[in-house]
């Protein structure tokens, strides 16, 4: 699924004239032909399929479908094919806009391009699990200034605020569990009661992916070691790009994964209830 947001969704609809269904100037066929040559997809496959099943709908669900890279690089080449068609048109004095719409056309297009690129440029394949497990407000905004450095390709600055944001993830995590803590607990502590928790209430089927959560907990405990002496949470020479892009995208991996393992706990749990007001006395 791409990283892409709704102000980001708007201008490229805007851009390729999606609003009445339609993609650009192509018809079904080169539609079709476009998106296998480009992507070597299938548009008209029906895990694509949404709705009306428009050109533009199938756009839609291609975006919501496939990965960063992959959406990322259609979107770039329809975006310079259609801005050659709509230069084209501007060249023939009965199809040309107005010079200053057509310049703020054109600021689109590059507007549209930029988003195409860091699709393809996203570093950290799960950064989309960085969200808050709760309503803290300021939680939001850590996970969202978190990202923020990600989009803009510097993950080495935002190092210490991942590590407090997995700090808050996982104490939510136990209080969510009745899993007790203290005010100080280091986070490798934190995470190891809480794979405690979670092998000690049969919620992982395989000793595979214990071992996995198990080594994490080391991972996490050199990650406090990380945040003291190679982020900004102190006066440190900050860590090399490309060992950041590794912790980022180890973190955002176990976070994923834990999202997943909540939402079969909740299910579950909801499942075992039972409706008193189903049952006859």
């Not at 806009?97 to 600021?107: G, I, L, P, Y």
């Not at 997995?166 to 490798?188: F, N, P, Q, W």
Request: with cysteine; charged share 30%; proline share 1%.
């Amino acid at each position: 699924m791409s990283e892409i947001n709704v102000r980001e969704k708007a201008k490229v609809e805007k851009f390729l004239g999606m609003g009445s269904g339609y993609v650009a100037d192509f018809s079904d066929r080169t539609f079709r032909e476009f998106v296998g040559v480009v992507t070597g997809r299938d548009i008209n496959n029906e895990i694509y399929h949404y709705a009306s099943n428009s050109k533009a709908n199938r756009l839609r669900q291609f975006i919501i479908v496939e990965d960063d890279v992959i959406v990322g690089k259609l979107l770039e080449e329809m975006c310079n094919h259609y801005f050659e068609v709509l230069k084209e048109r501007q060249s023939n004095s009965w199809q040309a806009k107005d010079a200053e719409d057509f310049k703020s056309t054109e600021e689109l297009y590059k507007e549209c391009l930029i988003i195409a690129q860091r699709l393809q440029g996203n570093v950290v394949s799960d950064i989309g699990a960085i969200k808050p497990n709760s309503d803290d407000l300021d939680f939001k905004k850590l996970s969202e200034s978190i990202k923020d450095s990600i989009d803009k390709n510097l993950p080495e600055v935002a190092l210490d605020r991942l590590h407090t944001f997995v700090v808050k993830y996982i104490r939510e995590l136990c209080k969510k569990h009745g899993i007790e803590y203290s005010a100080d607990e280091a986070l490798h502590s934190l995470f190891g009661k809480y794979i405690k928790f979670l092998t000690g209430n049969n919620h992982l089927e395989s000793e595979m992916t214990v071992r996995i959560l198990k080594t994490s907990i080391g991972n996490l405990d050199s990650f406090n070691h990380v945040r003291n002496n190679k982020s900004f949470a102190h006066d440190n020479p900050i860590l090399n790009y490309e060992e950041s892009v590794l912790i980022f995208n180890s973190i955002s991996s176990m976070i994923k994964f834990i999202e997943a393992v909540e939402n079969r706990i909740n299910k579950e749990t909801d499942e075992n209830k039972v409706d008193w007001n189903d049952i006859t006395f």
